[in-house]
């Protein structure tokens, strides 16, 4: 006989569970996404907040539900990532206020915590949108409202019931969503809402679940290159290669070259047709694996990385950045000692050239992150605390990051907090030049938010999956010139893509053209698109400056 009420420990357990469902789900989710871009996406977000609520319940012994509540509330509010994540952990939050008072939730209970969560993450959405986690989250309430007395269901067919109901909405999310119905998805983050119910849902049926949660481990603040580590990659050399075949091999050759990378390595991938072989193998003598592919044709595309290397490099790089985070530290608590000043800056970025222009404009403290990693409100409420300041700006500088930094701000003590909606890098920078220490804080906001709407932002990158969005087909591997609002130009020629874009953004009225170029890009590819630059638009004036950001290519300003 099930349960007809829940207590703490079994709560527990259903959180730890939804967790883990969604954790197991993510990467499924992550494909929902409608643009197909290289970035941190909705299931990681999610999952990122769901975990590190889940951590801090996992290490209580015997939780109680104020403990509970406590640290499911906490965890999520402060690990939340995205905006996905900031609303699945304003959906906690609202749930764990009507049961943090409570010794075991019955049906009642569970409907006002429910009705309680939608309402807490709607009000934290200024404009919400149909078709969204939140769409699904009122479908959810909205049923355990209607069947809260309904004497017919029992505490596992009420929840089974809201479950459907979620998921019913769910597959109703392209209907509200254009954009959904012509990539032909549901709504990514309902869906993790729906995988968290699932697993929860499961946890209380009893079924056989994992419920250990990994801690990240304490750095004691040294790195040193293991020779234990080193001896684990026993094959140094990852090869790779395509043979252009002078002949079909037969079924016996290839088994007989298969066996041969064999007796040389692992991590072995052989894929033939009559052409060509393609080839990739772990080894510690690429050379015998070349000269053996030799018998078989010509090669092309050769590719040979030291593993070892490429361990040793990063393992520098992680000590030179504890280094960093140290002297960053030092600095901070010796900035404490200093009396406030009025004003401070906070700005999410990333890539080495980027990070150097906003601290040139005075920014005090990069968070590093953005398209390719959403930082957290307690990456957030770190850098408040790092900066000493009696009114810090923050500058999200993606869609994605605002709301959490303003979930940030409403947690921050004895600072004001203000955060300008930036969306994009551009738009940040524009924020920072147009500041003036004389004024106000308000006046200041009123001013910088005018300077950004007068910023046109083009980015371009690469698709990651086949799709087809606004009528354009876009085939994994194509570059995408994507505006404010819109993917604004499509095709296999990075260059073409990139002057497509510019061509979208710039218009009669525009005067300056700045150009943030990424780190795959080399300075001469940068200075010929600027001497393009310079002989299609006369009329405009034109900088080019190293970014050095990952994935996107080129960052474009047009003002």
Request: charged content about 25%; some cysteine.
């Amino acid at each position: 006989m099930k349960n007809a009420t829940l207590d703490a420990k079994l709560l527990a357990k259903m959180f730890l569970a939804g967790a883990k469902n969604l954790d197991a789900k993510q990467e499924w989710i992550n494909e929902l996404n409608v643009f197909p871009v290289p970035d941190g996406d909705t299931g990681t977000n999610m999952c990122m907040t769901i975990m590190a609520a889940a951590r801090e319940v996992s290490a209580i012994e015997n939780p109680d539900m104020k403990s509970l509540s406590k640290a499911i509330s906490s965890g999520s509010l402060r690990g939340a990532r995205g905006n996905s994540g900031v609303i699945l952990s304003q959906l906690f939050r609202g749930f764990t206020k009507v049961i943090k008072n409570c010794t075991t939730i019955d049906k009642i209970v569970l409907c006002d915590a429910i009705e309680r969560a939608c309402e807490t993450a709607y009000k934290a959405v200024m404009k919400p949108k149909e078709g969204t986690i939140l769409t699904v989250a009122r479908g959810a309430a909205d049923k355990a409202i209607e069947l809260s007395c309904n004497d017919k269901y029992d505490m596992a067919a009420y929840m089974q019931a809201i479950i459907a109901e979620a998921e019913r909405v769910l597959a109703k999310t392209p209907d509200m969503l254009p954009v959904l119905k012509e990539a032909g998805v549901v709504d990514s983050g309902g869906q993790g809402l729906v995988e968290v119910l699932k697993g929860a849902y499961n946890a209380y049926l009893g079924k056989e679940i994992d419920y250990s949660i990994d801690t990240p481990s304490a750095s004691s603040g040294v790195i040193k290159i293991s020779e234990e580590t080193e001896k684990e990659i026993k094959f140094g050399y990852c090869t790779e290669f395509i043979i252009v075949l002078k002949k079909p091999l037969s079924e016996k050759e290839e088994e007989e070259f298969k066996q041969f990378l064999q007796e040389l390595g692992d991590s072995i991938v052989l894929v033939a047709d009559d052409e060509i072989v393609k080839v990739h193998v772990h080894t510690n003598d690429p050379g015998l694996v070349i000269q053996k592919a030799l018998t078989h044709g010509s090669l092309s595309r050769i590719k040979i990385d030291n593993m070892r290397e490429e361990h040793q490099e990063k393992l520098i790089k992680d000590a030179s950045r504890l280094a960093a985070q140290q002297a960053e530290e030092d600095a901070r608590k010796a900035k404490e000692k200093e009396p406030p000043k009025d004003f401070g800056f906070i700005s999410v970025s990333i890539g080495e050239g980027l990070s150097e222009v906003f601290k040139g404009l005075g920014v005090d403290y990069i968070i590093e992150g953005g398209q390719t990693m959403n930082p957290s409100t307690e990456d957030m409420l770190n850098a408040i605390d790092s900066v000493n300041a009696k009114t810090i700006f923050i500058l999200p500088n993606n869609k994605n990051i605002i709301l959490a930094a303003q979930q940030a701000a409403s947690l921050a003590e004895d600072k004001q907090i203000i955060v300008v909606p930036t969306k994009t890098i551009p738009q940040g920078i524009s924020a920072m030049i147009n500041f003036i220490p004389e004024q106000s804080a308000q006046e200041n906001l009123a001013s910088m938010e005018e300077a950004i709407g007068q910023i046109k932002t083009g980015q371009v990158t690469y698709a990651v999956r086949d799709t087809v969005i606004e009528g354009k087909e876009i085939t994994e591997g194509d570059y995408m010139g994507i505006g404010d609002s819109a993917i604004l130009s499509v095709g296999s020629d990075l260059k073409q893509v990139l002057k497509d874009l510019l061509a979208q953004l710039v218009d009669e009225e525009s005067s300056f053209i700045s150009v943030y170029y990424g780190e795959d890009v080399t300075r001469e590819d940068a200075e010929e698109f600027g001497s393009y630059i310079q002989e299609k638009y006369p009329e405009c004036e034109m900088d080019i400056t190293f970014g050095g950001q990952p994935i996107y290519y080129y960052v474009l300003s047009v003002e």
